[in-house]
C-alpha cells in the first residue's frame, strides 16, 4: 500500500513557476514509476509526466515539454514537478500517482494522491 500526498499548488500568474511535491509513505517507494496527471474542469484526466524508480528514464506530454521538468529524491520519498512558464491552460488539479508499469495511462496507476490545485492567472 502506498500513500501519497500532493502539496505545492496555488494560484500564479502566467510566466510564474510553482513547484509541487508528492510524498509517499512506504518503504517500497523506490520500486514504482511515478507519473503527474491533472484535470481542469469539464476535462478528462491527462498525462503530464512521469519517472522511474531510479530517476533515469522521464518522459511529457508534449504541452508541457520543455516547461515542466519530473524528478523524484528515493532518500525522501518524494517526487516533484517543477512548473516554469505557466500558462492559463495549465489549470487544473494536479494528481500525483504510482504504478508498476512504464505508461501514460491512467487508468493503469495503482496509487493516487488526492490532488493540489493550481490556477494560472492571465
Known amino acids: 500500500q502506498v500513500q501519497l500526498v500532493e502539496s505545492g499548488g496555488g494560484l500564479v500568474q502566467a510566466g510564474g513557476s510553482l513547484r509541487l511535491s508528492c510524498a509517499a509513505s512506504g518503504r517500497t517507494f523506490n520500486t514504482y514509476f511515478m507519473a503527474w496527471f491533472r484535470q481542469a474542469p469539464g476535462k478528462e484526466r491527462e498525462f503530464v509526466a512521469r519517472v522511474g524508480p531510479f530517476a533515469g528514464s522521464t518522459s511529457y506530454a508534449d504541452s508541457v515539454k520543455g516547461r515542466f521538468t519530473i524528478s523524484r529524491d528515493n532518500a525522501k520519498n518524494t517526487v516533484y514537478l517543477q512548473l516554469n512558464s505557466l500558462k492559463p491552460e495549465d489549470t487544473a488539479v494536479y494528481y500525483c500517482?504510482?504504478?508498476?508499469?512504464?505508461?501514460?495511462?491512467?487508468?493503469?496507476?495503482?496509487?493516487w494522491g488526492q490532488g493540489t490545485q493550481v490556477t494560472v492567472s492571465s
Open positions: 500517482a504510482a504504478g508498476r508499469r512504464i505508461t501514460t495511462d491512467r487508468n493503469l496507476y495503482d496509487y
